[in-house]
């Protein structure tokens, strides 16, 4: 059974800082990876994805790493603002499309 | 473009009544899944729909069913519930990945 972990399960930081939020899976047949940003009282919002073939995918300020081989992946925020403050979770694609989440890591940029 | 639209945000339940939360998506999507969040625990997949007129189980199914009578529709109905169905409620679609999701139903059972 696919088990996906993500660490650590919150994060301080102050503004500016370079991050990395850790996602780590036990199953590497996988179709794809998701990471999503959530908001308080909000659903997720797709970040990123990382097909199978795929190393890493940026997008602005956001960089996504894939190793399947070691079942990880990384997701990296540089220059981080309080406006990036939010729940981030990660999440892999097997079979009929389905997705299987980790906890999160609940992020707080403080000015 | 309203995306996936869950109907209703909150809702509070005694054990045994039954309700349905509806889900709306207007991108044309095959694919439609409900999943709840519990604090600890991430999302799980309740049951899914890879087109009209199917659905299938996920990883926690029992007290829960579905119907996708209409390609943009997906209703999940609790037919008797209980405190453990205390949750906040997800809807998605998508066409393929990425999933786009709703604001949620937040349901309390007491």
């Known amino acids: 059974k696919q088990e996906v972990t993500q660490i650590p399960a919150a994060l301080s930081v102050p503004e500016g800082e370079n991050l990395v939020l850790n996602c780590s899976f036990t199953d590497s047949a996988i179709y794809n990876l998701q990471w999503f940003r959530q908001d308080p009282g909000k659903g997720l919002t797709s970040l990123l994805l990382i097909q199978s073939s795929q190393r890493e995918q940026t997008s602005g300020r956001l960089n996504a790493s894939l190793d399947k081989s070691s079942g990880r992946s990384t997701l990296y925020i540089a220059a981080s603002q309080p406006g990036d403050s939010a729940t981030y979770l990660c999440?892999?694609?097997?079979?009929?499309?389905?997705?299987?989440f980790g906890t999160g890591t609940r992020l707080q940029v403080f000015p | 473009n309203a995306g996936v639209t869950q109907t209703p945000k909150f809702r509070v339940l005694k054990t045994g009544q039954s309700m349905t939360l509806l889900c709306a998506q207007d991108m044309n999507h095959e694919y439609m899944y409900w999943y709840r969040q519990d604090p600890g625990m991430g999302l799980r997949l309740i049951h899914y729909?890879?087109?009209?007129?199917?659905?299938a189980k996920g990883e926690v199914p029992d007290g829960y069913n579905v119907s996708r009578l209409k390609k943009q529709n997906f209703l999940l109905g609790l037919e008797s519930a209980a405190p453990s169905q205390t949750s906040v409620y997800f809807c998605?679609?998508?066409?393929?990945?990425?999933?786009?999701f709703g604001n949620g139903t937040r349901l309390t059972v007491t």
């Open positions: 999440a892999v694609v097997q079979g009929t499309d389905k997705l299987i």
């Open positions: 998605a679609s998508s066409s393929y990945s990425p999933l786009h």
């Open positions: 729909s890879v087109g009209e007129g199917t659905t």
